[in-house]
């Protein structure tokens, strides 16, 4: 589909980032490590994607009007890599999804940055006991050979047979087609609420794998277990008000 296209609001030189996708994905695992890498390595917003297919809305932060899909990247230091985050603050619609991807990849390329990773959900039972102690696996995929050695090298568990969709999905099949590395991390995530447990088991696998920059997942794990509190809350509420002969509690006014 034509019409998508990338304006740089600020040149900076990229080659040999690691660019990282951050189109919502189940759980939003994608969208949360988006922002906190953001957030956490105080990345500059060095560009938009935009089109007339997008939706017509303006997100304001700080009183400054901002694109629903944004670049952001920080400055090369010694001994980490540079990155480059997309963020989309929409899902793409599946009309849109080969197009972005691969304008995505158009763009890595021409930039020349060495590798592309897709942090995404992979959907667990969500009957599963929602608690602290939910030990969360992160599978990994890659495009080329040099990619899968990067995950095996890792000790990343190579997820070896199932489906992946949305612009994770596409973005590996160019970059195959291309001979691009491209690595998607699959976190086990609950697809009914913001996993931010998922998003931090993915953080940790980032940062051991390309960063090295020491990120600390801790505030995501407290975010995750604010989350599993209200859960839970929720539930028993409504295991409470499914029991037989249970009658609502009436207002203290009536005695």
């Known amino acids: 589909m034509e019409g998508i296209q990338i304006y740089e609001l600020k040149r900076m030189d990229l080659r040999g980032a690691t660019v990282i996708d951050g189109f919502p994905s189940v759980g939003l695992v994608s969208s949360i490590v988006a922002n906190y890498l953001i957030n956490a390595l105080n990345l500059t917003q060095i560009g938009i994607m935009d089109s007339v297919h997008f939706p017509t809305v303006a997100l304001v932060r700080d ?3 901002m694109n629903p899909v ?18 989309s603050e929409f899902q793409p619609p599946p009309n849109l999804i080969k197009a972005i991807a691969s304008t995505v990849l158009d ?3 021409d930039a020349r940055c060495n590798l592309l990773v897709c942090p995404e959900g992979l959907i667990v039972d969500s009957k599963e006991d929602d608690s602290e102690d939910r030990q969360v696996e992160v599978y990994g995929i890659g495009s080329t050979d040099k990619a899968m050695d990067m995950l095996k090298k890792h000790k990343v568990t190579v997820f070896e047979e199932g489906v ?25 995530a609950h697809p009914d609420y913001p996993d931010a447990r998922a998003a931090a088991r993915a953080i940790e696998i980032i940062d051991g794998l390309l960063l090295h920059t020491e990120l600390d997942a801790k505030p995501l794990y407290e975010e995750a277990e604010r989350i599993e509190m209200q859960l839970k809350s929720i539930h028993h509420q409504a295991d409470a008000a499914k029991k037989p002969g249970t009658e609502p509690a009436r207002p203290s006014m009536y005695g």
């Not at 952001?72 to 540079?82: H, N, W």
């Not at 969709?165 to 690595?183: H, P, Q, S, W, Y």
Request: no cysteine; charged share 25%.
């Open 63 to 65: 009183g400054q009007p």
């Open 70 to 87: 944004r670049i952001y990247a920080g400055t090369k230091r010694e001994g980490t890599d540079q990155v480059v985050v997309f963020i």
């Open 107 to 109: 763009w890595a390329q």
């Open 164 to 188: 992946i969709t949305g612009v994770a999905g596409v973005l590996l099949n160019e970059g195959r087609k291309r001979d691009f590395d491209v690595i998607t991390l699959l976190s086990e």
